[in-house]
Antibody, heavy 122, light 111 residues
Framework: QVQLVQSGAEVKKPGASAKVSCKAS????????VHWVRQAPGQGLEWMGW????????KCAQKFQDSVTMTRDTSISTAYMELRRLRSDDTAVYFC???????????????WGQGTTVTVSS | DIVMTQSPLSLSVTPGEPASISCRSS???????????LDWYLQKPGQSPQLLIY???NRASGVPDRFSGSGSGTDFTLKISRVEAEDVGVYYC????????FGQGTKLEIK
């Protein structure tokens, strides 16, 4: 079945970087956008950006443009989100989600990963 | 940036009774292709979000027909015709016209 499996929890010190992976299975990885969404403890959902796995093109929310890098490895159907210069307020659960088809019309985020907790603490 | 505003932020509903959540966008969400890019998601306690409704009124696969979405322009509504215990969680609207923005969330509890 279609699923996204994310990497395990991470604990990082302020100023470090964290890289979360999202492995897709059950569908053609390059056929759909992958979005990244985060949720701080007790807070709502915050969209971070998307990557087009086919072209490698990305789009970030303005807030994350200088601190987030999204990449993919099509050979292993995996998307990555790296967050640099971590601060305590980056402590959150990070989700990946499958979005619209890369060559088709708008579709929403139909499939979500299980989430990866990143804790930033000195 | 498009701002999404939900109301109410919480509601408590008796099982079997209806529920309604409103979502307002700061700009019209109508795309040039004629579709309106507005989704609804439910995050059940301890789970990842799940898509309920996309393009205002299209139910995602497996979503019960007691869930329905409506609206146009800048005003949208999610309705649950008869709330069940499994519907508890936080409901979010999200615009997809310009990047993505979520509403603040509406917490639904069972009385």
């Amino acid at each position: 079945q279609v699923q996204l499996v994310q990497s395990g929890a991470e604990v990082k010190k302020p100023g470090a970087s964290a890289k979360v992976s999202c492995k897709a299975s059950g569908y053609i990885f390059t056929g759909y956008y992958v979005h990244w969404v985060r949720q701080a403890p007790g807070q709502g959902l915050e969209w971070m950006g998307w990557i087009n796995p086919q072209s490698g093109g990305t789009k970030c929310a303005q807030k994350f443009q200088d601190s987030v890098t999204m990449t993919r490895d099509t050979s292993i159907s995996t998307a990555y989100m790296e967050l640099r210069r971590l601060r305590s307020d980056d402590t959150a659960v990070y989700f990946c989600a499958r979005g619209s088809p890369t060559g088709g019309s708008y579709y929403g985020m139909h499939v979500w990963g299980q989430g990866t907790t990143v804790t930033v603490s000195s | 940036d498009i701002v999404m505003t939900q109301s109410p932020l919480s509601l408590s509903v008796t099982p079997g009774e209806p529920a309604s959540i409103s979502c307002r966008s700061s700009q019209r969400l109508l795309h040039s292709d004629g579709h309106t890019f507005l989704d609804w998601y439910l995050q059940k306690p301890g789970q990842s979000p799940q898509l309920l409704i996309y393009l205002v009124s299209n139910r995602a696969s497996g979503v019960p027909d007691r869930f329905s979405g409506s609206g146009s322009g800048t005003d949208f509504t999610l309705k649950i015709s008869r709330v069940e215990a499994e519907d508890v969680g936080v409901y979010y609207c999200m615009q997809g016209l310009q990047t993505r923005t979520f509403g603040q969330g509406t917490k639904l509890e069972i009385k």
